[in-house]
């Protein structure tokens, strides 16, 4: 069984608009994306059994914003399968409103934040309300950290070192960094390591081959393997092809002195139960 920590559910344009669709084809240069999302499809690409956490996004500064009735409603179609995140834009008034409502009324599991695409730091003592709330309910929190296509959010909001002092004055919360945190992965996981609970996902990195070996390496030096999740990142990449990067990154360094990355945990990372790690079980 394979748990994908980080895939996407919405529909084009209800949930963004041409700006957002425009500026997100440049996160990759070697394929075209289809950002028509469904749950068949993602099944498709996937010849292994997998479990999914599933999340829409709210950030109104970029243009993207999935009612979290219809991530709900996404669950709904295959329970046994997904395990649907809440979003808030804490920008906007009514947030905490939504944060409630997504858990206790739409019975989401946990939180998905994007700071640089709403335009808020999670340190901003302004969201103790939302961490606290994740540590009284055991709500595990996913945010985006790292690089990011649209022009108009700034990276000031994104850098890992901001969930320091995050898990300093909440140490309960579960905490994961969405991407490794590229290319901030030193912060990223400087950060894992010095707290318990805090995580990080490896989802939309394979097709950077080299920056991946780079900061697996960067993992397997630190002594941080069992902190690093599995995702996706789907629509952007699928299951199977980040499988396949994960277990080819060696194959590159033939003919070098270079350090292999430790194959064993690589497959630890891909198999690794996540659910049970976050409280999801």
Sequence with gaps: MIIDVHSHVWEYPEHFGDDFLGQARRSRVDAEID???????????????????VFGGKARLSGLWVDDR???????????????????????????????EGHQDLGLRGIKLLPMYAGFNPNDPLLDPLWEYAREHR???????????????PLACTFPRH?????????EVKIVMAHLGHPYEGEC??????????????????????????????????????KILFGTDYPFTTVDASLHGL???????????LPRLDADQIEAVIYRDSLKILGLE
């Design 139 to 153: 709500l595990p929190v996913l945010l985006h950290t790292g690089t990011t296509f649209i022009s108009q959010a």
């Design 70 to 100: 219809y991530v709900a409603g996404c669950v709904a179609q295959h329970p046994d399968a997904l395990i649907g995140f809440l979003s808030v834009d804490p920008t906007q008034d009514g947030w905490e409103r939504e944060l409630r």
């Design 189 to 226: 996981v400087v950060v894992v390591r010095k707290h318990p609970n805090v995580y990080a996902d490896i989802s939309a990195i394979h097709y950077r081959p080299f920056q991946l070996y780079h900061s697996l390496m960067l993992v397997q030096e630190y002594g941080v393997w069992d």
């Design 163 to 171: 969930i320091d002092p995050v898990a300093i004055r909440f140490p």
């Design 35 to 53: 950002f028509t999302v469904c749950y068949e499809g993602y099944l498709a690409q996937s010849r292994e059994e997998v479990r999914t956490v």
């Design 247 to 257: 277990r080819s990154l060696n194959n590159m360094l033939e003919g070098t002195a």
